[in-house]
């Protein structure tokens, strides 16, 4: 009788396992790897990868990615950080992976860098899955997606993306197997070398606005991360990276500003800077001035460094810590060198398109 009246629901459930393991599984291998060719939509996933614990989170697009570099911070100062970034990553965004990190570790400071202050809404769905589809399943992805979707997308293709990505059976290649299976970073601690160089020219005429207004949306959330920070004993950071287009408004660092003073947290324009960093955009960066090149991510690196050792105290680490970063600076040094060799050789770095 017991057989009989439980053996199908056992049957389906078994089916229904099997089923979702499935759709789990050919997701891995239908969704983009980022490995060949826009190597940024992977950086989400490398932060899983961490060994160490960690000083400071960066947390922004590509202002952090591509123009901070944790190496030099260890190397100079001691400072074990990590940067949280991805392209064009939304203050939603940044709060949701925010969360994540705090049910992992609790570093000393946050630093968040509001670029992405200027964007009140979702943009696009390519940005979005680049951010969130390389969260592990959790409340903090389902959460971060619900708050990302722009119109057309559905929640349940962030759960399987299978749904999402089952057409690209034509474009899949060794690649997609291989890093189903395979771990191993793109970045460096959450940093995306460039050491080509493409100098600035001419700095392009700001379009004149219809409106300066930061919105309330992202104040709010803005002050969620600050009280998030609070609750778990770090301290929160803002900051505006020395990239020089697109423009930053003076109408938006004065609202920043303004917000900074009435939450007693502090906030560094590093535009203001520029002198005293020592960037030359005829050096310092590979794209024209967007963002800085590995020349230009290490002297930021090293200025903001010693402000941050001047202004806090941070732990002594433990041997093994030590030992993990030794490594990684190797392997910063290493794919230094490779590019150098590469752009000296070749003309160009292999595997960036």
């Given at each position: 009788m017991f057989k009989k009246k439980y053996g199908k629901t056992v049957y389906i459930l078994i089916f229904l396992i099997f089923s979702i393991a499935v759709l789990v599984f050919l997701g891995k291998v239908f969704m983009p790897k980022y490995r060949s060719s826009l190597k940024e939509g992977g950086l989400t996933g490398d932060y899983y990868l961490e060994k160490v614990p960690h000083d400071l989170i960066f947390l922004g697009d590509c202002e952090v990615f591509e123009n901070f570099s944790p190496a030099v911070l260890w190397e100079n100062y001691g400072i074990s950080s990590y940067i949280r970034g991805s392209p064009q990553q939304l203050i939603w965004q940044s709060y949701w992976l925010l969360e994540e990190v705090f049910a992992r570790e609790?570093?000393?400071?946050?630093?968040?860098?509001?670029?992405?202050?200027?964007?009140?809404?979702?943009?696009?769905e390519a940005y979005n899955r680049m951010t969130v589809d390389g969260m592990p399943l959790s409340l903090f992805k389902l959460r971060a997606a619900i708050d990302s979707m722009t119109e057309g997308e559905s929640l349940l293709?962030?759960?399987?993306?299978?749904?999402?990505?089952?057409e690209r059976w034509k474009e899949l290649s060794f690649e997609d197997l291989e890093y189903v299976f395979k771990n191993e970073p793109i970045s460096d601690s959450g940093y995306l070398m460039r050491c080509d160089i493409k100098p600035m020219d001419t700095l392009p005429e700001p379009p004149v606005l219809t409106d300066y207004d930061i919105s309330e949306k992202c104040f709010s959330y803005l002050k969620r991360m600050k009280e998030l920070c609070e609750k778990n004993g770090s301290e929160l950071v803002l900051i505006k990276s020395p990239s020089l287009y697109p423009h930053w408004y003076d109408e938006w660092d004065k609202q920043?500003?303004?917000?900074?003073?009435?939450?007693?947290l502090r906030y560094i324009n590093f535009l203001n800077s520029f002198e005293e960093i020592g960037l030359d955009m005829s050096r310092d960066s590979y794209d024209a001035g967007l963002h800085l090149n590995v020349y230009g991510a290490e002297k930021l690196s090293l200025y903001f460094g010693k402000y941050l050792a001047d202004e806090f105290e941070f732990r002594e680490h433990e041997d093994s810590t030590v030992r993990l970063w030794d490594e990684k600076c190797m392997a910063y040094h290493a794919r230094k060198e490779l590019q150098e060799k590469e752009l000296s050789e070749l003309g160009y770095i292999t595997g960036i398109k």
């Open positions: 609790t570093p000393k400071l946050v630093v968040y860098n509001v670029q992405a202050m200027k964007y009140s809404e979702p943009q696009k293709s962030y759960v399987f993306p299978i749904l999402r990505f089952h920043i500003e303004e917000f900074a003073k009435a939450e007693n």
